[in-house]
């Protein structure tokens, strides 16, 4: 009983420490530990969130991973670990119900917050599009690939379907670089030259290809390149059809 109310002492401190502070100044197991107190009310979680953190190497790294390896952590039952997995679901959500009012895409600044909100905390790299209609309304919004190794993996026919089913031929593009930097890999540049070839060839407008990293985001849109993609294919004169006149600014 003695112990348990010391553990009871603790947790209350915490608790009210976290809400007073809004977690600054917290030490990743010290947010584990907390988190844990909620569905393991009887046990010290301090030493089960210092072994997680020994195991996964940070508080992201525990909450991206699956439930049987969690289990493997001495004290981490299937209840507790389906707790953790399912958190950075519930984060996601939650970014997805800050920007669902946002039903049209004026500028970068929006487009970035809801790919952001799709796949930013998304553990494996994805493939996100959004299209949006000649009055900037999003009409649909789709991730068409998961798990891939880089962007050469985005298939045509997807992106096809998508915007017939869509209704509107202007799309923004976004993947997600879950373990690495906003900056483009020279294989996201060319990939990104040839979609605007290829699917400008059907009729279909690339807005924004937009990647999400760990450091940020990067628009193709705001660094020029993309303007300068189909520059070079009009100046070539590959490219023949009017890009539709969709007001999108930096």
Excluded: W
Excluded at 15 to 27: I, K, S, V
Excluded at 104 to 121: F, H, L, P, V, W
Excluded at 128 to 152: E, H, M, P, Q
Excluded at 193 to 198: E, R, S
């Amino acid at each position: 009983m003695e112990n348990k109310n010391i553990h009871s002492g603790h947790r209350e401190r915490l608790r009210a420490r976290a809400l007073e502070t809004n977690l600054e100044g917290f030490e990743e197991h010290q947010i584990l530990e907390l988190l844990l107190g909620f569905v393991i009310p009887r046990k010290d979680t301090n030493p089960i969130a210092h072994n997680l953190i020994k195991e996964f190497g940070s508080l992201s790294g525990v909450l991206n991973a699956e439930v049987n390896d969690l289990t493997k952590v001495s004290g981490v039952s299937n209840y507790s670990a389906s707790f953790l997995v399912l958190l950075k679901d519930v984060f996601r959500k939650y970014k997805q119900s800050q920007v669902k009012n946002i039903k049209t895409i004026t500028n970068t600044r929006e487009a970035i917050q809801i790919c952001k909100s799709e796949i930013g905390d998304l553990a494996q790299e994805n493939i996100l599009i959004l299209c949006v209609d000649n009055s900037n309304r999003v009409a649909y919004k789709k991730i068409i690939a998961t798990g891939f190794s880089n962007t050469t993996s985005i298939s045509i026919r997807k992106i096809v379907d998508v915007v017939v089913k869509s209704n509107s031929s202007n799309i923004i593009l976004s993947h997600n670089h879950p373990n690495g930097t906003q900056n483009p890999s020279p294989e996201d540049d060319d990939t990104t030259q040839k979609l605007v070839l290829t699917l400008g060839l059907s009729g279909i407008n690339i807005l924004d290809n937009i990647i999400v990293g760990n450091d940020g985001c990067y628009s193709y849109f705001v660094s020029g390149k993309l303007s300068k993609y189909y520059e070079n294919i009009k100046d070539n004169k590959i490219l023949t059809f009017n890009q539709n006149k969709v007001k999108y600014i930096k």
